[in-house]
């Protein structure tokens, strides 16, 4: 049961480059996250989603896209990568509204140099 | 909005000693509450959470918190620190009609649990 899987684990990207982070979930989850963490800031919510085909934004979405055509994916885009964007991303799934105990993948660091 | 104020980023102790990790929220309609631990170089795994009924609610490896709306704290305790136990704790907080009307947390600045032999 692999839970939630996020690739690549390491990425350096130059800035102006774009790139997708990958998110993918075999729980059956309708709600999926991603959040960004920080030095001193814990967990900024970035994007989310509550099924397939619905997204939102949380508190810090410029520079960043998403989309969620299955239940199961849900891929991070940068646009024009910028230094301010290194962080740690992590993806995240919870069953459902009821059952909101999130479930993480092991992060993805990010460098943009 | 929903927010969540966890007082300390660092809190030391001695091996054996009481674990006291404090969290404040903030929400305007009634909460589910959560406390996460994040060992190093990897992501985010439950400890405990509150959604209804019994206000002390009793987590993996010994810890446990209270909900106490009087003061809209949930404080996370564990009697005896243990080296393992050393980690980042975060203390998160969702409700329904916050967050554009889902139940996606918000996550506290986090704590970092010093252990000393």
């Known amino acids: 049961n692999a839970g939630v899987t996020q690739t690549p684990k390491f990425q350096v990207l130059k800035t102006g480059q774009s790139m997708t982070l990958q998110c993918a979930q075999d729980m059956n989850h309708e709600y999926m996250s991603w959040y960004r963490q920080d030095p001193g800031m814990g967990l900024r919510l970035i994007h989310y989603s509550v099924g397939a085909g619905i997204t939102d934004q949380g508190e810090v979405p410029n520079g960043y896209n998403v989309s969620r055509s299955t239940t199961e994916d849900f891929p991070l885009r940068l646009l024009s990568a910028a230094p301010s964007q290194t962080s740690v991303y992590f993806c995240?799934?919870?069953?459902?509204?009821?059952?909101?105990?999130?479930?993480f993948g092991q992060g993805t660091r990010l460098t943009v140099v | 909005a929903q927010s969540v104020t966890q007082l300390g980023s660092h809190v030391s102790v001695s091996e054996g000693a009481l674990v006291l990790l404090r969290c404040n929220y903030s929400?305007?309609?009634?909460?589910?509450l959560f406390w996460y631990v994040q060992y190093p170089n990897q992501g985010l795994q439950l400890l405990l959470k509150?959604?209804?009924?019994?206000?002390l609610v009793k987590g993996i490896n010994g810890f446990e918190a209270e909900f106490k709306k009087s003061e809209t704290s949930f404080h996370l305790t564990k009697p005896s620190a243990h080296m393992s136990d050393a980690a980042e704790y975060f203390c998160a907080v969702s409700a329904l009609g916050e967050s554009g009307g889902s139940y996606i947390p918000t996550f506290g600045r986090g704590t970092s649990l010093i252990v000393h032999p």
């Open positions: 929400s305007s309609v009634p909460p589910y």
């Open positions: 995240a799934s919870s069953y459902s509204a009821e059952n909101t105990e999130a479930f």
């Open positions: 509150y959604t209804t009924g019994a206000t």
